[in-house]
């Protein structure tokens, strides 16, 4: 077990409404990332932060910010979400104290309609 | 596009046999490479890793082998058991980012 909490697990929102989900870990891991994983595309990087206030975008990041405002909860914010954003959301944690292994939370299942 | 290939796409075997994924790289940056185990409803979990300098890493039923040369990696899984069926994901790190492939089904038939 990695400390990784992600919120909500489940949601179904209605395209053009904005999402929030939460990621937040217990053991003070540097890095912290969101993916995406869709059948046939594996997982996809959204975006990462390498530390409080720092983030950067990954390969699929358009219609997606984030924010890391405390090195325990890295969030993802859809501002409007579409129906292409339906997606299982994972996030992941790295850092020193893993050994620069790299965790997976559980999932957050996603339905636009 | 992907920077990790992943085949092939499914795999069924017999309960005792070998299964055998393979992997593809292009980006000599990477400088770690992991295996994930995802079951359905589930997060991926690390099952093994290796670092370019090692040929081969072996923990348990399963293997890594790696050609560095090739850019060329593969999972192993000896014996395999009903409880291995899951979906299996090759992986590459270059500077705290993972590139993931596609993804590899694997059905363990009784």
């Known amino acids: 077990d990695a400390g990784i909490t992600q919120s909500p697990r489940h949601k179904v929102t209605e395209t053009g409404t904005p999402v929030t989900l939460r990621c937040h870990q217990t053991e003070n891991h540097r890095y912290m990332y969101w993916y995406r994983q869709d059948p046939g595309h594996g997982l996809r990087l959204i975006h990462y932060s390498y530390g409080v206030k720092d983030t950067d975008k990954g390969e699929v990041s358009d219609g997606y910010s984030v924010s890391r405002s405390k090195t325990e909860d890295f969030l993802l914010t859809l501002e409007s979400a579409t129906s292409s954003q339906t997606s299982v959301y994972f996030c992941?944690?790295?850092?020193?104290?893993?050994?620069?292994?790299?965790?997976f939370g559980e999932g957050s299942w996603l339905t636009v309609v | 596009q992907q920077q990790v290939k992943q085949s092939p796409q499914s795999l069924i075997v017999q309960k005792g046999g070998i299964s055998i994924i393979n992997c593809a790289y292009e980006?000599?940056?990477?400088?770690?490479f992991p295996w994930y185990q995802q079951f359905p409803g589930k997060g991926p979990a690390l099952l093994i890793a290796?670092?370019?300098?090692?040929s081969e890493k072996k923990e348990g039923r399963f293997t890594i082998s790696f050609n560095k040369s090739a850019k060329q990696f593969s999972l192993h899984i000896m014996d395999s058991q009903p409880g291995d069926s899951a979906t299996y994901f090759c992986?590459?790190?270059?500077?705290?980012?993972?590139?993931f492939g596609a993804g590899t089904t694997v059905t363990v038939r009784a």
């Open positions: 290796i670092r370019p300098d090692v």
């Open positions: 980006n000599t940056a990477f400088d770690y």
């Open positions: 992941a944690i790295s850092g020193t104290v893993s050994g620069n292994t790299i965790y």
């Open positions: 992986a590459a790190v270059n500077d705290y980012k993972l590139s």
